[in-house]
């Protein structure tokens, strides 16, 4: 077709949300160009989530218009440049264009874990490939259009991350239930995909409530879901160890709640903490330990660098706003609130935001401060390698006055034991 002389394609991360392109922009219909945004308005982050909800990735230009397309990218990374110099980034990502696409990737992308995928079995969500700051759909995935798509032995043993858009949550909420629901043995399989599917179900019910944290149904789901998992470390002593291999890829907040709630409650069953109600509530109160993190702007959450002292400011107040927003809309015990309040503070009054010390830090709040540093040291974050468990440990271990001494000789026993369980599996 002679029309299509007239456009060239762009691909969607060269135009910059926030940004006010001077030409039209096309897609690609069916072999027709069809106008999609006009010169002059903001390409805002909905017009983004819209194009990667359709799964577009290119956009077209008119070809007149490659002057003012050159002006517009000139301009863009200078801006950009200077913003993000100015705002102290540093880390694998130099380029502005880069940390933009790693924030549009976390916020429509939602990481998936292939342990529960099964060769030959449906999907009806498209799975795309997160490598190097990148997503892709699978080529299989890719080269049919419409669902359902066959889970292949690529996609299966695929050792990168695996994301799926966010507005196919439902549909993966839907597929884990089935897996939930699923006759399980008491084999190892088995159980390793029971413990996949609740932790699966974990992140979701999280991403929810972090989403909309004030909505008294997902809390109810959060507790439900914490309910499960306390119910499955209780059943079977050597299966909670499939509960805490922690995959994560990236530092993601529901990860994250989702580790440190895990790894809580394996401390406290080790110390003998009966489960109703005090398995229940520690494991609420740690799973919900950073909803703070909701009402801080995600860019600083997300940000793929080290924070400038005045982020890090910015960042402790999720302390106080994750306590705030709890008590406003939800009533919830007082011990589940001890993991929100004080998971920052530390023994020696160092800590945040109160400098609380000594016998002022509760039980759980001294399992909620030692869980979460640990789980962010051994977790890969864009700008740093993951600490080993016995890297991390000796970094607690020097500091060993801010934390409780019991409780951290029962997490090197209980990483001896993960060792253990690993190498027998
Ligand atoms: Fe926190
Ligand atoms: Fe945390």
Redesign the pocket.
Known sequence: MAMADNYFPVPLKRIVVDTVPNFDLFIKQKERYVLYRKANYTFTKENLRNLIDNRIEDLFVQKRDLKLYEQYRLQVREETEEEFKAKGFEGIFCDPEEVNRYHAILGNYHSVDNRLFVEGAEIDFPVYAHVENDVALFPEIESKKEGPWELTPSICSFKKEIMIRKTDMPKYRAFVEKMMASPSGADQPALMRKATALREMSKIVVQDVLDDPRSGEKMKKVGDSVNNMVDFILENETSYFSLMTISAHDFYTYT?SLN?CTFSLGLGSAIGLPKTPDLEMLGLGTML??IGKSQVDSKLINKPGRLTDEEFMAMKNHVTLGVNLLKEHHNLPAQVMEPVAQ?HEKLTGSGYPNGIKGDQLTLFGRISSIV?IYD?LTTVRSYKKAFTPFEALSILAKNEDDYDHQLLREVVLMLGRQVKSAGKA
């Open positions: 994250h440190v330990h950073d998971h979460d962010a």
